[in-house]
């Protein structure tokens, strides 16, 4: 990850099911679904914080993540690539779902393939 996201904060799966007051099996149903992604840091898989909005995953997460996945994208170069600023955005992918503009990172998202 680039410098920007080193100070983002991180959740381990039981991290984030404390915080979220969610069953551990529910993250992981949110894992497998495409709801939310995690990457290993440190050998251990987790989740920024930025992904998280109202008690559970941003809305419009899993659709990102299913268009960038069906454009070849790796979990660990979606995640480089949500959290990262990007230029026709204006910020990054995340922060711009998390704003509501869900069809403008999407086209953007298309435009890698």
Wanted: no cysteine; charged share 30%; net charge negative.
């Amino acid at each position: 990850m680039t410098e920007q996201n080193s100070e983002l904060v991180w959740f381990t799966l039981p991290d984030l099911a404390t915080e979220l007051g969610l069953p551990i099996r529910r993250i992981r149903q949110y894992l497998e679904e495409r709801d939310l992604l995690a990457v290993r840091r440190d050998g251990v898989l987790q989740v920024p914080s930025s992904f998280i909005a109202d008690g559970g995953p941003v809305h419009n997460l899993r659709g990102t993540l299913t268009l960038l996945s069906d454009n070849g994208f790796d979990d660990e170069a979606a995640m480089v690539w949500m959290l990262e600023d990007d230029d026709a955005i204006g910020t990054s992918p995340i922060e711009a779902l998390r704003e509501g503009r869900r069809s403008e990172v999407r086209r953007v998202a298309q435009a890698l393939a």
